[in-house]
């Protein structure tokens, strides 16, 4: 997701948001009218997330035709559904904004029963999924990934194994943050060994204190601008998306990825079907077929996030399986934390912390 800073308006835009995952840019896809058709699909999700062969495919087997739109952030896909100007059928978007939807009854269940490919799913990420789809009846998982460091060899010559490297002043005015309120204040929770989800003031203060003292020490605050600006060596480390990291590492070989030993957020982006979907039909077909092994590859090599479809993952080599820069390991999994919804007062006050913080910057 692009969350590129430049304005003041822009700063208060993003008060309201409490994260920013996986993923990338604010721009439509298509043509998108308001009705929909028994052939037509209305698709929501993230920018560049997604291979555009894929849909052309789709259309191709089903003769279903896919309007698709992108988007920047969970706020901004869940502004755009419940504003009602266009009728998404089918929303892929993160783990605590579901689980909102889910409360709000905005989705539909899902008839996994006559979808062919969904067992291709792992079962392992189906279980995490429960974190926000307690009865995994609203959700599939597309992807999923770790936020962590990502560092320059070259001038960080021990392996940063805490989050400790980002406060303690040793890379002052080096250090890239993340341009999110949830994933910025993710680092000094997991620093302090607090929940990442937690709603005790006390601990939010601290970690802000924690915040606000490190800001004359942070070069800028990126969320997807983090690869170019790592990989051009505007920053010595930085906070980063495990899979923004591996695409790094592709550029600059000194690029090196870890999770800190306190755990990180473990994000999962999901597809749902949307309470407005009147062609359940159809969205289940182009879910059944995001689940097939060779579309489900296709999306894993453009993208290049973890992928929970297990068949896919054992068809890759030996090297690729074992990646940290890929897939995290099971002790980086066991540490970490899936982002929950956050009640609406907690909420407000989050954002009232991050604008301090950032118009103070």
Not at 180 to 205: P, V
Not at 259 to 273: A, F, H, Q, R, Y
Not at 322 to 351: C, G, H, M, R, W
Request: hydrophobic share 35%; with cysteine; aromatic share 14%.
């Amino acid at each position: 997701m692009t969350k590129y800073i430049k304005s003041f308006m822009v700063i208060i835009a993003l008060t309201v948001m409490i994260t920013g995952c996986g993923k990338k840019g604010d721009s439509s896809g298509g043509e998108v009218n308001k009705s929909s058709s028994n052939n037509t699909l209305t698709v929501l999700n993230y920018g560049e997330y997604i291979d555009r062969d894929v849909l052309d495919t789709f259309e191709e087997e089903t003769g279903i035709k896919v309007l698709y739109e992108e988007a920047t952030t969970p706020e901004e896909m869940y502004a755009k559904y419940v504003g009602g100007a266009i009728n998404y059928d089918l929303i892929c978007t993160s783990d605590y904004m579901i689980e909102r939807m889910i409360n709000e009854d905005l989705l539909q269940e899902i008839d996994f029963d006559s979808m062919e490919y969904f067992e291709n799913m792992d079962e392992k990420y189906i279980e995490l999924s429960k974190t926000f789809d307690p009865e995994n009846k609203y959700s599939i998982p597309y992807f999923f990934g770790t936020i962590g460091l990502l560092y320059n060899t070259k001038y960080v010559e021990e392996v940063p194994d805490s989050w400790d490297v980002l406060f303690n002043g040793e890379y002052a005015g080096d250090i890239i943050m993340q341009n999110s309120i949830r994933d910025a204040l993710m680092c000094s929770l997991k620093y302090k060994g607090y929940s990442l989800n937690t709603t005790d003031r006390s601990e939010i203060d601290e970690c802000f204190d924690i915040l606000n003292h490190q800001k004359k020490d942070v070069e800028a605050y990126f969320v997807d601008e983090v690869r170019e600006e790592m990989v051009s060596e505007n920053g010595k480390i930085a906070v980063c998306y495990s899979g923004e990291a591996y695409l790094a590492n592709e550029y600059n070989e000194d690029l090196e990825y870890v999770v800190p030993k306190e755990g990180t957020n473990l994000w999962i982006d999901s597809w749902c079907m949307t309470k407005s979907c009147e062609n359940t039909e159809a969205a289940t077909k182009f879910l059944d077929f995001l689940c097939r092994e060779d579309i489900a590859y296709l999306n894993f090599e453009e993208i290049y996030y973890p992928t929970p479809n297990k068949v896919v993952f054992e068809e890759l080599d030996e090297e690729e399986q074992n990646d940290p820069l890929i897939f995290p390991s099971d002790e980086a999994i066991e540490n970490s934390e899936v982002y929950k919804t956050l009640d609406d007062e907690t909420t407000e006050y989050l954002s009232k912390k991050w604008k301090e913080l950032k118009i103070k910057y």
